[in-house]
C-alpha cells in the first residue's frame, strides 16, 4: 500500500529533505509551500498523513490544522521553528497528533510517520477484542464506527484522543501512567515528552467530561497516571 504525505513548509529546503526521505521509504510525498494552497491539497487529495509547519503566508499552521480537524481525523505532524511549551502546547490542543522542533533528523520524522501510520494499520487491520459499545454512565463508545457520545449528544474527536479514551475505557479501573500511554497509543518509536499524553487527556476531559475540573470518567491518580473508574455497562 503507497502511502500519501502532504509536506507544507515554507522553506523549500525543508520541503525537499523531507520529501527525499520519505521518498526512499516509499511514500508518495506532495510539497506545498503556503497555508492555503495546503488545504486546497487536503480537500483535492486522498492524504494519509500531513506534516505541517507552524508559521506560513496564507495561514498558518494552526489555522490550517484547526480547520482540518473540524472535518477530518488525518494523522497531522507539527513543525515548529520555535522551542516554547506553549508553541508545542497549543499545537497539540489544536489537534495535532505529533510534533517536531526545528532543526530536526529527517530519520526522526521519518521513524515518526512510520509510528504513526503502523499504528492506524493495526487499528484497521485486526479486529476488535473489545466490545462493540462500551459504556459509562453516559459515556457512549462505538467502537467499530470510532465514534463517541455523552448523554446522547455526538463528540467529535481526533485520531489519538478517541485511542486513548479507547485504551482506558477498554480496561476499567486500571491504572495507566503516561508512560504506557505514551508506548501504547504513540507506539514504542514515538520519542515525546509525556506532555503530549498531558494535553490530550485535558482536551478529552474538556470534550466529555459535564465538568472538566472535576472529572466523572477520566480519573487522575496522582503520582501515576489515569483510569476511567466502573464497569462496561454494555
Avoid at 508518495?28 to 497555508?35: A, F, M, S
Avoid at 492524504?47 to 490544522?65: A, E, R, S
Wanted: hydrophobic share 35%.
Amino acid at each position: 500500500m503507497e502511502y500519501t504525505i502532504l509536506v507544507a513548509d515554507d522553506e523549500t529546503n525543508i520541503t525537499d529533505v523531507c520529501s527525499r526521505y520519505l521518498e526512499r521509504e516509499g511514500y508518495h510525498v506532495i510539497t506545498v509551500n503556503d497555508g492555503e494552497v495546503a488545504l486546497e491539497m487536503w480537500k483535492k487529495e486522498s492524504l494519509d498523513l500531513i506534516i505541517l509547519d507552524l508559521m506560513m503566508p496564507g495561514k498558518t499552521g494552526w489555522q490550517v490544522c484547526e480547520e482540518i480537524r473540524n472535518k477530518d481525523d488525518i494523522p497531522i505532524i507539527m513543525l515548529t521553528a520555535r522551542a516554547e511549551e506553549m508553541d508545542r502546547v497549543m499545537g497539540l490542543t489544536m489537534g495535532a497528533d505529533d510534533y517536531l522542533t526545528k532543526p530536526f533528523s529527517p530519520r526522526e520524522l521519518v521513524l515518526r510517520v512510520k509510528g504513526i501510520l503502523r499504528r492506524q494499520q493495526r487499528v484497521v487491520a485486526q479486529p476488535f477484542s473489545e466490545p462493540d459499545i462500551i459504556k459509562f454512565s453516559g459515556l457512549e463508545i462505538d467502537v467499530k464506527k470510532r465514534s463517541v457520545t455523552v448523554n446522547g449528544k455526538p463528540i467529535e474527536l481526533t485520531y489519538k484522543e478517541f485511542e486513548v479514551l479507547l485504551l482506558l475505557s477498554s480496561h476499567p479501573n486500571q491504572v495507566f501512567s503516561r508512560d504506557q500511554l505514551l508506548n501504547k497509543v504513540w507506539n514504542s518509536d514515538y520519542e515525546g515528552d509525556m506532555n503530549t499524553v498531558t494535553v490530550h487527556v485535558r482536551r478529552l476531559r474538556e470534550k466529555i467530561e459535564p465538568d472538566a475540573s472535576k472529572p466523572k470518567y477520566i480519573k487522575t491518580v496522582w503520582g501515576i497516571g489515569y483510569k476511567i473508574e466502573g464497569s462496561n455497562e454494555s
